[in-house]
């Protein structure tokens, strides 16, 4: 490669933002250029982080993260990859000792236009301004103006229609693409700069830069802005930042920027027009530093607007140092063969061999993303998209996280969960993964801890999920994933305290005092415990005290009793203190127990179902307050009280029917209620008076999908014999009215429930069918008349082993077991399950 000639000026090299290209055009020629100094497109308020890019412990992708020391919440991200041309800029500099830069508009300014720009949407004005900026905190922003793939596209192939005054966002790739022919920008793109540094390049390495600012001039001539107003300022901003360093570097300097902004960055203005232009600016003070990103939310699908579609292949392009075809295609078998996929070498040289064929097919000089993707698809994934979605997610998209050093500035909290993740061997990643965490050990109930009280926090690391193992009061299973934008929840969680345990107590009694209902109070009781906050727990005491005795809606009632009784349950098996809370559990549940009827009736379909599941709900919760009698005083009375109050319900006519018909069913299976009074009730509820639809809800609370009734109905021969016969008394012109409705019901088992059901209906009495079983006393074949006290023993051995309970010193009744094992705490009992 033979040095190029400067012109004469700072030399300006126009690029695409993330594009491995320019990236690797920009080093050859800062290699041949050798400048003074180098500027970058970036905020200033990073210059003094610039050398911390040099450290070993930082790698890309990383991101500026600014946030607004009023507000944390208002934040933005410039993100850098290795591959990005800025990042390749800003390393050179500090390799070869060179001062660098950042040149655009500060981020004091651009976060308060965007936090004026939303105010003044809300208030109804035009807010245009609010998205022109670097990558939103929440990941949604509008695009960089300054990133030619990050400006919203136009129809790529009509550029000689676009109104040259119009506010719509133009896409210059995309115009330039639509003017050589080529319905896609992309590969466009690849063609004319990626591939092109993939067969040597050219001799002169300006010479791309030249061409690139040639066609973005004739773009700002006819799109002046681009439909990008901030533009004008940033531009403005950079240009005086260019004469202060060219007064104290000379000439010599590099300006590494949008190939969008280099036309305005060479154009003559005056310093007091460029001043003009920032005058009046609004300002907040902000805070910066650098965080971890991931390839993942540099796609554009993520949300991110100066985003690309397949930064893991970018990457790939910019370290392959040779054959990028062969490496690649050796990456996905790879991937493949990790995932028990047949993959041989056969495979990788075939699709290697059609991805070229492909290209040559296509005049595309090189292989690119498309042909691969379409070897791989034929080739290796049988013609399958399925694997090959596995390809895009991991290796297309990728799921590299980088990594910041700890002598980056962070706040308080930031630090002290950095300690406890490296403390409890917590690491963040990327890659979305589940954890299962058994609280009798100290590092996993440590774990747990932090877990709960990040989401006090509100930073969504991770959420609780139901487990495959063990779904014991012991047992806890956390989905993870680590996003970058948890690192502007960290910085807004951080005005709580400075350490996550600080924090996390002084905003859960915050979010105590601001509760506007009772379940919410309840949940928060509940999230304390889980998260063992003392200190909070007092205040939320109070504030569940204070809500529970203004609220007398039977609904918000019984929505915050399951939690509350949660909340008694997993506090007795750590043995803490829950007398205060007991005694507010208590009087809910009497509160419920007296208001529940009146409340039950008048309802209508959707009405009465939710009705249902709070009625299950309240049930549970008693059940688990009837085992935590430490808590509770008369938790057995109180048992017995609700007791009634569903007899009460069960027969109350005026009670919507899948309540009815869930109260019977409750009581039914606590053995309450015997079976003549279950066929009584059932006779009533379906008698012929009784419409269709009612009918058939008292069915759905009995026995319907919601209540579990399928294998209840083959395991139990007396509600199958019950709904048998009902079935078989309904008249014929009655049936053809309830038949849609019990159909809802009983579509809801599973196929090997209807099947068993429905043979053992077509056995018959004498087979050994339901009927078989509905006279007093009755029994069938398959169904014993009274529990066998022999089999029942030779089951209890094995019993007390799942359980963990000691062997029994000798053989007793069935009936002393029974009541031996019921006496013996279950420690592996779920949270939430029935007493």
């Not at 549970?620 to 509770?632: F, P």
Request: charged share 25%.
């Amino acid at each position: 490669m033979t040095r190029a000639e400067r012109p004469a000026g700072p030399l300006l090299l126009g690029v695409r933002h993330h594009g491995p290209g320019s990236a690797r055009a920009v080093r050859a020629a800062l290699d041949a250029a050798r400048p003074g100094a180098v500027l970058v497109e970036g905020p200033p308020e990073g210059d003094a982080l610039l050398p911390l890019a040099a450290d070993e412990g930082m790698r890309p992708p990383v991101a500026l993260l600014a946030h607004a020391v009023d507000d944390p919440g208002q934040a933005a991200f410039w993100p850098l990859a290795a591959f990005s041309p800025e990042w390749v800029a800003i390393r050179w500099a500090l390799e070869h000792d060179v001062p660098v830069r950042f040149i655009d508009l500060p981020a004091a300014h651009s976060l308060a236009m965007t936090r004026a720009a939303e105010q003044a949407a809300a208030d109804g004005g035009d807010g245009d301004e609010a998205g022109d900026g670097p990558a939103a905190a929440d990941g949604a922003g509008a695009p960089d103006p300054g990133a030619p793939s990050a400006i919203p596209s136009a129809d790529p192939s009509a550029d000689t229609s676009v109104d040259p005054s119009a506010r719509a966002p133009v896409d210059p790739v995309a115009v330039l693409a639509g003017a050589a022919g080529y319905d896609d920008p992309e590969r466009w793109w690849e063609d004319v700069v990626e591939h092109r540094t993939q067969d040597g390049g050219p001799v002169d390495p300006l010479a791309p830069f030249a061409a690139l600012a040639e066609a973005m001039t004739a773009l700002r001539e006819v799109y002046g802005d681009g439909g990008h107003p901030r533009d004008t300022v940033r531009e403005a901003y950079m240009r005086i930042q260019l004469r202060k360093a060219v007064k104290e570097f000379g000439d010599g300097i590099a300006v590494v920027c949008g190939a969008w902004h280099v036309p305005a960055l060479g154009a003559v203005t005056t310093l007091t027009a460029d001043r003009a232009l920032l005058k009046g600016l609004p300002k907040v003070r902000t805070e910066m530093t650098w965080v971890p990103w991931s390839h993942r939310r540099l796609a554009r699908h993520s949300g991110y607007g100066a985003g690309i579609d397949s930064p893991g292949w970018y990457g790939h392009l910019f370290e392959a140092a040779d054959r990028p075809i062969e490496r690649w295609m050796t990456k996905v078998a790879g991937l493949m063969r990790d995932e028990d996929r047949f993959v041989s070498s056969a495979h990788v040289i075939e699709a290697v061999r059609l991805a070229g064929t492909l290209a040559a097919l296509r005049g595309r000089p090189l292989a690119g993303l498309s042909e691969t993707t379409d070897a791989i698809r034929a080739v290796m994934c049988e013609g399958s998209d399925v694997p090959l979605a596995l390809v895009r997610d991991r290796l297309v998209v990728g799921e590299t996280l980088g990594e910041v050093p700890d002598t980056a500035p962070a706040v308080p909290l930031q630090r002290d969960l950095a300690r406890r993740q490296r403390t409890l061997r917590l690491k963040p990643e990327a890659q979305e993964r589940e954890l299962e965490l058994d609280l009798r050990k100290d590092n996993d109930a440590a774990r747990s801890r932090l877990l709960h009280r990040l989401r006090v926090l509100a930073v969504g690391w991770g959420e609780p999920v139901a487990g495959r193992a063990s779904t014991g009061t012991f047992r806890e299973s956390w989905l993870l994933r680590w996003e970058p934008e948890l690192y502007v929840q960290v910085a807004e969680a951080g005005t709580w305290g400075t350490t996550v345990l600080s924090a996390a107590t002084a905003r859960a009694g915050a979010l105590a005092e601001a509760a506007t209902t009772l379940a919410e109070v309840t949940a928060l009781a509940e999230q304390c415990l889980l998260a063992e906050l003392p200190e909070a727990l007092p205040v939320v005491m109070r504030a569940l005290a204070d809500r529970a005795a203004l609220d007398s809606d039977v609904g918000h009632l019984a929505d915050a009793l399951p939690a509350l009784a949660r909340t008694l349950r997993y506090g007795d098996v750590r043995s803490t203190d829950m007398t205060a809370l007991g005694e507010v559990a208590a009087g809910l549940a009497e509160r419920i127990r007296v208001g529940l009827p009146p409340a039950c009736t008048g309802l209508d379909a959707d009405g009465a179902e939710e009705m249902r599941r709070r009625v299950d709900g309240v049930h549970t919760a008693i059940g688990l307050l009837s085992g935590t009698a430490r808590a509770v005083a008369d938790a057995d009375g109180l048992r017995e009280r609700w007791a009634d109050a569903l007899r009460g319900l069960a027969a109350r006519d005026t009670v919507a029917g899948v309540v009815r018909g869930r109260a019977a069913r409750l009581l039914l299976d606590e053995g309450r209620l015997g079976e003549d009074d279950a066929a009584r009730l059932m006779g009533l509820a379906l008698s012929p008076g009784t419409p269709p639809a009612d009918a058939a809800a008292w069915i759905e609370g009995f026995v319907g999908g919601a209540a579990g009734g399928g294998m209840l109905l083959v395991h139990d021969e007396r509600l199958l014999g019950l709904v048998d016969a009902w079935l078989t008394g309904v008249p014929a012109d009655t049936f053809v009215d309830v038949l849609p409705l019990l159909r809802r019901t009983f579509s809801a088992y599973e196929a090997g429930v209807r099947r068993t059901l429905g043979e053992l209906v077509r056995r018959g009495p004498a087979a050994g069918g339901p009927a078989a079983v509905t006279g007093a006393g009755a029994t069938a074949p398959g169904f014993g008349p009274a529990l066998d006290g022999a089999r029942a023993d030779a089951v209890e051995p094995v019993l007390r082993l799942l359980l963990g309970l000691p062997t029994a010193p000798h053989a007793g009744t069935t009936t002393e077991n029974t009541e031996s094992t019921e006496n013996t705490e279950n420690t592996e009992e779920p949270l939430g399950a029935t007493g």
